[in-house]
C-alpha cells in the first residue's frame, strides 16, 4: 500500500489500486515459481496495476518514457532481484539482536505487535530495534553498491563497489 500510495496522490484512487494488486495476487498466486522471489513478484504487480491507473486515466503526461518502457521495468527487476539475492548476506552480517528480529518480522512475516508479545520486548523498543537493523541494512548497501536510479527513482544498475567488505558479500549476491 505504501509503494502504490508513493506513486498515485488520491488516496481513494490507492486503495482501489491495491485491491486490483490483491485480487491478481490471489488470481495469479498459482504461477509463483520461486519463494524468493515473491516481494519482487508483488512489487511487480502493484507496479503494473499503477501504470493500467494511469493508462484508464489517459494522463500522458504522468506516462513517463521510464514508466513505460518495458525494458526498463525488466531491468529494474532484475536489479531488485540481484538486491533481494545480496539482502541475506547483509542480514547476516547485522548484530544478533537485529538479525533475529529482521528475519522474523521482515523475512518470516511476524507482525511486530505480535512478535513483541512473544519475545517480551516493549513494542515501541522492537520497532526502534527493526528500524535501526533496516538503517544498517541500507546503509551497508550504499556503502557496497552503486545503486543508479531513473528520474522516477526506480533502480536501474547495481554494481559492486571495490570495497574489502564487499568482496565478501559480491561472491553471493547477484550484483555484477
Wanted: include cysteine; charged fraction near 30%.
Amino acid at each position: 500500500m505504501n509503494f502504490i500510495k508513493s506513486k498515485v496522490t488520491c488516496v481513494e484512487d490507492a486503495k482501489d489500486i491495491y485491491q486490483e494488486v490483491l485480487v491478481k495476487i490471489i488470481d495469479k498466486s498459482g504461477s509463483l515459481t520461486k519463494e524468493e522471489s515473491l516481494k519482487s513478484w508483488v512489487f511487480a504487480i502493484a507496479r503494473n496495476q499503477v501504470i493500467d491507473y494511469y493508462r484508464s486515466k489517459k494522463i500522458p503526461e504522468l506516462l513517463s518514457d521510464s514508466i513505460l518502457d518495458r525494458s526498463v521495468e525488466r531491468k529494474e527487476s532484475k536489479v531488485h532481484s540481484e538486491l533481494e539475492s545480496c539482502m541475506h548476506a547483509f542480514i547476516n552480517l547485522l548484530p544478533t539482536e537485529y538479525k533475529e528480529l529482521i528475519i522474523k518480522s521482515d523475512i518470516d512475516g511476524t507482525s511486530q505487535k505480535e512478535l513483541s508479545e512473544t519475545i517480551g520486548i516493549n513494542y515501541v523498543t522492537l520497532r526502534s530495534k527493526v528500524q535501526r537493523g533496516r538503517e544498517r541494512i541500507r546503509n551497508m548497501i550504499l556503502d557496497s553498491c552503486n545503486i543508479e536510479k531513473d528520474a522516477a527513482g526506480g533502480l536501474l544498475e547495481c554494481e559492486p563497489r571495490s570495497s574489502k567488505d564487499f568482496q565478501q558479500i559480491s561472491s553471493s549476491c547477484g550484483c555484477n
